[in-house]
């Protein structure tokens, strides 16, 4: 089993010497890497921590700097924005390790944008384990996960737990990513972005599949 702690960064953003922008990141790092597998999982997500720091310069600040200087322009309250990368292990044995990785972007106007990445790696190899490779002897795995996520759509519309966009039997189809997806201790857990099934409201719909229905090569 890998030990892990957190790898930590903060930047902060200003103009005018007025802080506009904060992000913040929390990702997981092995304790020690000694090993070629550990070193691979402490170098993937420094580069994660890098890369969304470099989409908060280059992608958030400079919308920022815009509603900054409009809001300046009309006397308005000044914009303050945050981004926080973070993570959540949910799922460890002594063949995988799996979690998620989430980033939040929260601005002055509108709810906050969720956008979720899972993981879930091979502790022999230190690659990732393909969705496919949880369904080794079924054909139309993927037909199989889409007819569970609309039969779950339809019980909870049944029961007025969640409400979902009037096209998502077709956007559901067409924002299934196999990419989407981490174990759990119930089961296999797939899901969607935020937005693209359901209303901001229902954040991002995540669907179950019970490991007496995962198999694994």
Known sequence: MI?????????VWTVDD???????????QPVSAADACSRRFRRYYRLQCRAFLRYCEKGLLPQVKAEYQAALAASGPLPSCRAELTYHVTYQDTRFLSLYTQSRETAPAGPALLIRRGDTWDLASGYPVPL???FPSRRGWKRSL?????EEIRR?????????????PHALRRCF?????YL???????????YAIAPAAEGIPTFLVPWKEVAIE
């Open 3 to 11: 030990a892990w702690e957190p790898l930590t960064a903060e930047r």
């Open 18 to 28: 007025i802080p506009v922008l904060t992000a913040e990141v929390s990702l997981p």
């Open 132 to 134: 496919s490779a949880f």
């Open 146 to 150: 889409l007819d569970r996520a609309a």
């Open 156 to 168: 909870q519309e049944r029961a007025g737990i969640a409400c979902y966009h009037e096209n998502w």
């Open 177 to 181: 990513n196999p990419q989407n997806y």
């Open 184 to 194: 759990t201790e119930e089961g296999l857990a797939f899901f969607f972005p935020m």
